[in-house]
């Protein structure tokens, strides 16, 4: 069972609720708590456990190869999100902004771009007993929260299988890496707190 615990506001218990609820849950059974808030996580200063695996993470880029590109222009034109743009005789990757998509390396006539990897972020994994604990820290300057929250959900299946129970973190607000956070759980907690601004960002949620 997969549930995740979210909000439209930071800052209304999140952490406190995820960490509580696996913890407990823990007493009893085997249990997951990732910490998906990649962009900020702060579980870990909650949970005292062992380092049982630590890597880099990477997620796929572009690479221009200007001795096979004829600028022709069909990757500017692809790109939805201003990643890759040319400038006169240069072809310009901002692999920051880059989605992973592919689009533009598989229409290049030319193979000019093919993707290659960059590192984005650490994931870390420790236990206690019977909880996992899974957290994942984008690197300064990352931008994109979405391909490593899929990242850290992958490991998690790959690597734990079994019958967990698994309890989310998920980022606050209501954007792309909620939805990549909360898109396959079987049920999502949303916590809140008694002010105006609470009750607007609960409803948004
Ligand atoms: S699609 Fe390929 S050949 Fe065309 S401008 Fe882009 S990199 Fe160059
Ligand atoms: S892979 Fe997709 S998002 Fe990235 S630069 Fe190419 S078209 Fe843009």
Not at 21 to 42: K, R, T, W, Y
Not at 67 to 81: A, I, P, R, S, Y
Not at 96 to 119: N, Q, R, V
């Amino acid at each position: 069972m997969k549930i995740a615990i979210a909000s439209g506001k930071g800052g209304t218990g999140k952490t406190t609720l995820s960490v509580n609820l696996a913890s407990f849950l823990a007493e009893q059974q085997e249990v997951i708590l990732a910490d998906l808030d990649v962009e900020e996580p702060n579980s870990g200063l909650f949970i005292r456990a062992d380092l049982i695996h630590e890597e880099d993470t990477f997620k796929m880029v572009p690479d221009w190869k200007e001795d096979q590109c004829t600028l022709c222009g069909e990757c500017q034109k692809v790109c939805n999100f201003n990643a890759v743009i040319q400038l006169g005789k240069m072809i310009m990757v901002f692999p920051e902004l880059c989605h992973a998509c592919y689009a533009c390396s598989e229409l290049c006539p030319t193979d000019a771009l093919p993707m290659i990897p960059k590192k984005m972020g650490k994931l870390k994994h420790l236990k206690n007993n019977h909880l996992h604990f899974i957290e994942s820290r984008l690197d300064i300057g990352e931008e994109q929260a979405v391909p490593l929250i899929k990242k850290t959900q992958k490991y998690i299946s790959e690597q734990l299988n079994g019958s967990y129970i698994q309890i989310y973190d998920s980022p606050p607000g209501t954007s792309c890496p909620v939805i990549a956070a909360t898109k396959d759980v079987d049920y999502v907690i949303l916590v809140t707190e008694p002010t105006p601004f609470g009750l607007h960002d609960l409803k948004l949620a």
